[in-house]
């Protein structure tokens, strides 16, 4: 029988062409349900939807009822064209910059007077963060604390998980509920044992609401590259689905040998660590614009200045194809792209999409709604798969003990060490 880990899953991350990261405060039922059935036709069987954590739960206990009814009917359209639905709850790390509701971005005072009360300890005030957050639509820096552990915002969490998974836990479109993604860019949690309690405690409260919901955790470069995580062993031991985010990958390219090697390594190394199958978040190239040349540019991704690389519409085409076979062979549980559409230039001025460039053309559909050729790699993708009766390797497991010892020496060293074989 093809368990959840051995079928393999073909996505995308769907924000609509014009509204872009507006999709929730701007909703609109006809692009929506015109986009979504050109996904189903391309052949992706699965969507990804991220609830902007601030238009769904503007308040720690209240939630956006025009949000909700905007999914309800994105969900209904979901199923009518035949798509798996996907629910990222508070992703935080979205089109590249940090997103945190401004009532969470801020100390929880009596959480920690609570604590130290408890702890008999010493009171440390945390001082504004470097990174700045996109927050009630500005950008500020950081104040709140760990979103993995401040007692009021894991409170929050679990009140939007209650909302909306009991709400939808039984749609026939929803497939698997993602919970999380970020939080260690604005904060490192304060060990792996709190992201793995974090999970525990969610995916509980997940369950409690919505008992056949299917839980999915991430992991990114970042928390690969620090002992407290999450850690991908954490998070297969708490999700009955686990994924790898690559996009930045945040790989050196001074030692990559192929544009597709930061994905292909990130998905050794995560779903190694697992001992498990991993869907890859995020595969995906930027294309040129008019006035711009194809090469290696700095973009703003996360508070940082990124080296990344945009390629011509034919170079997307090229990588997308070889991404997809190559993790297809390696053993991935899927492989989800990070948008369906490029912007139209007057939404560039939008947040995030004014520092973040990256995101602005990487969608396989043009900002003027025509098919890029990006395209028909993935219909040609989707239809060889689809046919496909070959039984897929599981990826080999790692020494956990000694990656985990020094784990950025070990990223870099095994970086470079999959770069000369690959």
């Known amino acids: 029988m093809t368990t959840l880990n051995d079928a393999f899953s073909l996505g995308v991350t769907y924000w609509p062409r014009q509204a872009g990261p507006l999709f929730w405060q701007r909703y609109d039922r006809g692009a929506v349900r015109d986009e979504l059935a050109h996904i189903a036709a391309l052949g992706f069987d699965t969507v990804r939807l991220c609830l902007v954590w601030e238009d769904f739960q503007p308040g720690p206990t209240r939630i956006n009822s025009r949000a909700m009814r905007s999914l309800e009917h994105a969900l209904d359209v979901a199923h009518t064209v035949g798509l798996r639905v996907v629910l990222a709850l508070f992703p935080v790390a979205t089109l590249g910059q940090l997103q945190i509701p401004a009532w969470a971005n801020g100390p929880d005072i009596l959480g920690v007077l609570q604590r ?47 909302e909306v998974a009991g709400y939808f836990g039984d749609h026939p479109a929803v497939r698997v509920w993602q919970v999380g993604e970020g939080f260690e860019r604005v904060h490192r949690p304060e060990s792996d044992q709190a992201a793995d309690r974090w ?21 990114s470069p970042v928390g690969l590259r620090r002992r407290s995580g999450p850690r991908p062993e954490d998070v297969a031991k708490r999700c009955a689905l686990a994924g790898v985010v690559v996009d930045p990958p945040e790989t050196s390219i001074e030692n990559q040998m192929r544009h597709t090697n930061p994905a292909a390594y990130l998905h050794m190394l995560a779903a190694g660590l697992a001992e498990r199958r991993m869907v890859v978040i995020g595969v995906g190239m930027p294309t040129t614009t008019e006035g711009e040349s194809a090469g290696w540019f700095e973009d703003d991704l996360f508070g940082q200045t990124m ?75 989707a239809r060889r798969f689809r046919d496909a009766a070959t039984k897929r390797p599981q990826p080999p497991a790692v020494d956990a003990e000694r990656y985990w010892s020094n784990p950025v020496r070990m990223f870099r060293e095994w970086w470079q060490e999959f770069n000369s074989r690959a």
């Not at 440390?124 to 820096?141: A, D, K, Q, T």
């Not at 007057?346 to 004014?354: E, K």
């Open 116 to 162: 130290v009360h408890r702890r008999q300890s010493l009171l440390i005030v945390r001082p504004p963060g470097l990174v700045p957050v996109l927050s009630g639509g500005m950008y500020r820096p950081v104040q709140c604390g760990d979103l993995f552990s401040e007692p009021m915002i894991v409170e929050a969490q679990r009140y939007l998980v209650r």
């Open 307 to 381: 080296i990344l690389y945009r390629g011509t519409a034919g170079e997307q085409a090229e990588f997308i194809h070889t991404a997809l076979e190559r993790l297809y062979h390696d053993g991935a549980a899927g492989v989800w792209l990070p948008a369906f559409a490029d912007f139209p230039a007057d939404r560039w001025q939008t947040p995030p999409l004014d520092r973040t460039r990256r995101y602005r053309t990487i969608g396989v559909i043009d900002a003027q709604g025509r098919e890029k050729p990006a395209a028909a790699a993935v219909r040609d993708i």
């Open 199 to 219: 999970l525990e405690t969610i995916g509980e409260e997940l369950r409690q609401v919505a008992p056949r919901a299917v839980c999915m955790g991430v992991v």
